[in-house]
């Protein structure tokens, strides 16, 4: 898979965020602090349902 962490990642190295990895079917999310912990999947039309009503709510 190739992850790839938001741009709005914080700290020193940039590892206190999530990272993401697409496919044609899922995306996938792992903390970026522990990645060997285990990951996330889920439909890409969840995640896009996700980070519409995440950009909605921020609006207020």
Do not use: Q
Not at 4 to 11: A, E, H, I, L, V
Not at 18 to 34: G, M, W
Not at 36 to 43: P, R
Request: charged share 20%; aromatic share 6%.
């Amino acid at each position: 898979m190739n992850w790839r962490k938001s741009t709005y990642s914080g700290g020193g190295e940039g590892n206190t965020c999530v990272e993401i990895a697409e496919s044609v079917t899922h995306i996938s999310i792992r903390d970026s602090k522990a990645p060997a912990c285990g990951t996330l999947s889920v439909a890409v039309s969840s995640f896009a349902a996700f980070v519409e009503g995440t950009k909605r709510h921020s609006r207020g």
